[in-house]
């Protein structure tokens, strides 16, 4: 089991940037695949980036692609969201998870962290 601790949310205006961070514990976050996601007020919640176990390979969401950059430290248990050029359409709360290699859904779920880009 790995607990998921988000943080770096908070107000920018439009066209800022913010970093966000997820702390994993426990001794197994190389064995996770990781995602962001984030749910907007009145929308259902939708992936903003993965990351797989070693960080090789990533993916983004057409609407953020070019302005974020999703990574990982291993050494750290930290996955982090680098958030560039932000619009007020990027405001939502962003959760980080992690997924089991061997599952196909994420299993794990931090809180999440309030990000508001104000116009």
């Known amino acids: 089991q790995v607990q998921l601790v988000e943080s770096g949310g908070g107000l920018v205006q439009a066209g800022g940037s913010l970093r966000l961070s997820c702390v994993a514990s426990g001794r197994t976050f190389s064995t996770y695949n990781m995602g962001w996601f984030r749910q907007a007020p009145g929308k259902e919640r939708a992936s903003v980036a993965t990351?797989?176990?070693?960080?090789?390979?990533?993916s983004y969401a057409d609407s953020v692609k070019g302005r974020f950059s999703i990574s990982r430290d291993n050494a750290k248990n930290t996955m982090y969201l680098q958030m560039t050029s932000l619009k007020p359409e990027d405001t939502a709360v962003y959760y980080c998870a992690a997924r089991p290699a061997i599952m196909n859904d994420y299993k794990y779920w931090g809180q999440g962290t309030q990000v508001t880009v104000s116009s």
């Open positions: 990351i797989n176990r070693s960080g090789s390979v990533t």
